[in-house]
């Protein structure tokens, strides 16, 4: 049981709003045709491996927050300088995802887009201030929701349009992008998880759960990207949309749509609370003020970033993001355990 509670936070962590409307998936994945299928299978491969060993090492090492694994993993100096980089991809990252939550009240349900992200704040906090229990228990909930949801898609996807995910054109100058972006994503998506799994890791006695924990959330992971992925390919022009999987939920599962609003908010807000608790458990440990103060100014800080949107940041800033966290990838394949070697 321990272990499928760390895979669902490792799951909820990852999906966020990008990964939610596909937008993210056709960003480094779909638009490369056929070649993306396989891509996919080594994302899943570098969540698997390198997504356990994070937790491992954290657990030898006994920290409390990225920070401290930071230090670890760079030394003193780099590492201050890297987690002054990750605070501020993570404060920007909760920002989109904040600001996609308001575009779901917005866009889908026809409600005020400063109400959407009010009563995504109040909730976030609520949920935060209750700790890891509270992290562990939305996403047990909406994890399942979300596989059971992009199954059905996919299949439905399937019925329509065949094996269409295996086909496409893989332009010659596309070849070498889409052979990088697996290791793009992977580092990105393994350093905005490192603030949630890193504390979570320091609670868990057992190395055997967090292997399987980690094993279990990095399929999972695949298994939705694979399923997305197939479900995307069947839509004409899936570049051309800010929310491509609401397109396909419109052409193929219609009666399902109002549902699959739901999914894409739960999807959002385990994103916006996981980044919410990574930011605060790292300022924790440098601040001497209450946490309920950091928690707060946090919000303010993300509130008013988020007036931006999320488009630009997931088409733009996500791949720089990924350049930078290469050398976090690179290190944490290189560096061995105390103990043993994963």
Same mark, same amino acid.
């Given at each position: 049981m321990e272990a499928f509670q760390i895979a669902a936070v490792y799951v909820g962590t990852i999906v966020g709003a990008g990964f939610a409307t596909g937008k993210e998936i056709v960003q480094?994945?779909?638009?490369?045709?056929?070649?993306?299928?396989?891509?996919i299978l080594i994302t899943g491969?570098?969540?698997?491996w390198l997504g356990t060993k994070m937790m491992l090492i954290a657990k030898d090492i006994g920290a409390a927050s990225y920070q401290q694994f930071n230090e670890y993993l760079f030394?003193?100096?780099?590492?201050?300088?890297?987690?002054?980089?990750?605070?501020?991809?993570?404060?920007?990252?909760?920002?989109?995802?904040?600001?996609g939550a308001g575009a779901v009240f917005s866009e889908q349900l026809g409600w005020s887009f400063?109400?959407?992200?009010?009563?995504?704040?109040?909730l976030a906090l609520i949920t935060v201030f209750k700790g890891v229990k509270g992290?562990?228990?939305?996403?047990?909930?909406?994890?399942?929701?979300? %596989?059971?949801?992009?199954? /059905?898609?996919? &299949?439905?996807? $399937?019925?329509?349009? !065949? #094996?269409?995910?295996?086909?496409?054109?893989?332009?010659?100058n596309s070849i070498w992008r889409s052979l990088f972006a697996p290791i793009l994503y992977g580092s990105l998506n393994i350093a905005l998880a490192q603030p949630v799994l890193v504390p979570l890791a320091r609670e868990i006695n057992d190395d055997w759960v967090i292997k399987r924990g980690g094993f279990i959330g990095g399929l999972l992971l695949c298994f939705i990207l694979l399923t997305c992925h197939i479900s995307l390919s069947s839509l004409p022009n899936?570049?051309?949309?800010? %929310?491509?999987?609401?397109? /396909?939920?419109? &052409?193929?599962? $219609?009666?399902?749509? !109002? #549902?699959?609003?739901?999914v894409i908010y739960g999807e959002i807000f385990t994103s916006v609370v996981s980044n919410l608790f990574g930011i605060q458990k790292?300022?924790?440990?440098?601040?001497?003020?209450?946490?309920?103060?950091?928690?707060?100014?946090?919000?303010?800080?993300?509130?008013?970033?988020?007036?931006?949107?999320?488009?630009?940041?997931?088409?733009h800033l996500y791949p720089f993001f990924g350049y930078l966290s290469l050398l976090l990838l690179f290190l944490l394949i290189m560096k061995k355990r105390r103990k043993t070697l994963l």
């Open positions: 480094f994945f779909t638009q490369y045709g056929s070649i993306g299928f396989i891509t491969f570098l969540f698997i030394g003193k100096k780099i590492g201050l300088i890297v987690n002054i980089f990750m605070l501020v991809i993570l404060i920007c990252v909760a920002a989109v995802m904040l600001s400063q109400i959407g992200l009010i009563l995504t704040i109040i992290l562990v228990s939305v996403n047990i909930i909406v994890v399942p929701i979300l %596989i059971i949801f992009s199954i /059905v898609i996919s &299949v439905d996807a $399937v019925v329509d349009h !065949g #094996f269409s995910f295996m086909k496409g054109e893989n332009g010659t899936f570049t051309q949309y800010e %929310i491509p999987m609401a397109e /396909v939920v419109k &052409v193929s599962l $219609v009666s399902m749509y !109002g #549902f699959y609003v739901i790292q300022l924790e440990t440098v601040l001497s003020i209450p946490k309920h103060f950091i928690t707060f100014a946090i919000v303010s800080i993300i509130y008013i970033i988020s007036q931006i949107g999320y488009a630009t940041l997931i088409e």
